[in-house]
């Protein structure tokens, strides 16, 4: 059974750091590539990162580019996103997701697996 399990989310002042972390088990996860994604209240859930299976080669949204960085250490399971200078804007629920086949998918129906979310807040 595959499970993904995020963690590190909370409440945060605006131009503030957090780092996301998603421990994954059940599932080879050297040969899954990774994504993190977040929904806004009322809002759809959007692309945030992706990461090859390999590691070192990553795709980024266009309004987290410069400021979060993805991840990944095979040896732990473990995809990170780490956000900086976060904004109001950035507040929603942050999931992880693994694929097999493309490291660079940026829509939610190429990803196999998915974890619960974790709630990252922004205040101004």
């Known amino acids: 059974q595959v499970q993904l399990v995020e963690s590190g989310g909370g409440l945060v002042q605006a131009g503030g750091s957090l780092r996301l972390s998603c421990a994954a088990s059940?599932?080879?996860?050297?040969?899954?590539?990774m994504g993190w994604f977040r929904q806004a209240p009322g809002q759809e859930r959007e692309f945030v990162a992706s990461i090859r299976w390999t590691g070192g080669i990553t795709n980024y949204a266009d309004s987290v580019k410069g400021r979060f960085t993805i991840s990944r250490d095979n040896a732990k399971n473990t995809v990170y996103l780490q956000m900086n200078t976060l904004k109001p804007e950035d507040t929603a629920v942050y999931f992880c997701?693994?694929?097999?086949?493309?490291?660079?998918?940026?829509?939610?129906?190429?990803?196999?697996?998915w974890g619960q979310g974790t709630q990252v807040t922004v205040s101004s």
């Open positions: 059940g599932l080879t996860f050297s040969s899954y590539n």
């Open positions: 997701a693994a694929n097999y086949r493309n490291w660079n998918a940026a829509r939610q129906s190429e990803y196999d697996y």
